[in-house]
Every structure is written in C-alpha cells, then in structure tokens.
C-alpha cells in the first residue's frame, strides 16, 4: 500500500464515520438521491406531498389488477413524471411498489414536512 492509497482510505474512513455519526442521529447521509415519496430539506428526509400522491396512484392501480407497464403507460400519458423528469418504466413503478410494500428496506426518520396539512393539494403534479 502506497502512502497515497493510505491517505485516500483515511478520507473515506473518515468520511464513512461523519455519515455513520450523522444516521445515528437519525439524519440523511446522502447516498445518491432520497428516494421517491421524499426529498432532502437541510439534510433531513421528508415526504414530498406531490411524490406521496403519484404513490398513492401507482398503488390504487396496482391494486386494481393493472400491470407495471399499464400503470407506467397511464402515469406517461397524463404527465406525470419520475424524481428526474423522465418517463416511467415498469422498472421504476415495480421500484415504488417494493419500497411501499417494504419488499426495499425504507429509511427510517423521515418527518412530514407539513404538520398542518396531511392530505396533499388536489392538482396535476409533476406534470411536464
């Protein structure tokens, strides 16, 4: 091991003790986007009222029998979108439904952003 390769893990290490220290905290460490449902609002997860919506839907038309490439088509055709401004896939609605049926591990600490409101606003969200 080089001094360089030394140095480099130290910095991950130290880095990986800052993430570990701020999850025990019950705070968002930051790996790669949070998920859909939920946004980062000054390091701490929260749900996304628009996203927790489109959720609801993937899930009523799930329950109703339809299949992962029926749902995504329905949430293209009414322009709904993915956390990135892309379309859906069957991929990205089999996703959200491992997640709400816990078949993906959730991340646990995540406060509603608005405690006045629980029902989100009824519009078009995510519409392009």
């Given at each position: 091991?080089?001094?360089?390769?030394?140095?480099?893990?130290?910095?991950?290490?130290?880095?990986?003790?800052?993430?570990?220290?701020?999850?025990?905290?019950?705070?968002?460490?930051?790996?790669?986007?949070?998920?859909?449902?939920?946004?980062?609002?000054?390091?701490?997860?929260?749900?996304?009222?628009?996203?927790?919506q489109?959720?609801?839907?993937?899930?009523?038309?799930?329950?109703?029998g339809?299949?992962?490439?029926?749902?995504?088509?329905?949430?293209?055709?009414?322009?709904?979108?993915?956390?990135?401004?892309?379309?859906?896939?069957?991929?990205?609605?089999?996703?959200?439904?491992?997640?709400?049926?816990?078949?993906?591990?959730?991340?646990?600490?995540?406060?509603?952003q608005?405690?006045d409101?629980?029902?989100?606003?009824?519009?078009?969200?995510?519409?392009?």
């Amino acid at each position: 091991m080089t001094a360089h390769n030394a140095n480099n893990q130290s910095a991950w290490e130290r880095l990986e003790q800052g993430r570990q220290a701020k999850a025990a905290k019950g705070g968002y460490v930051g790996y790669g986007s949070p998920p859909f449902g939920q946004r980062s609002v000054k390091g701490e997860l929260v749900e996304d009222p628009i996203e927790t919506q489109i959720i609801e839907l993937i899930r009523r038309h799930h329950k109703s029998g339809k299949s992962l490439q029926k749902i995504a088509d329905w949430l293209n055709y009414h322009g709904y979108t993915t956390k990135r401004g892309q379309q859906w896939h069957r991929i990205s609605v089999k996703r959200v439904l491992d997640r709400l049926y816990g078949k993906t591990p959730r991340i646990v600490g995540v406060n509603s952003q608005s405690q006045d409101s629980p029902e989100p606003p009824q519009s078009n969200f995510n519409k392009q």
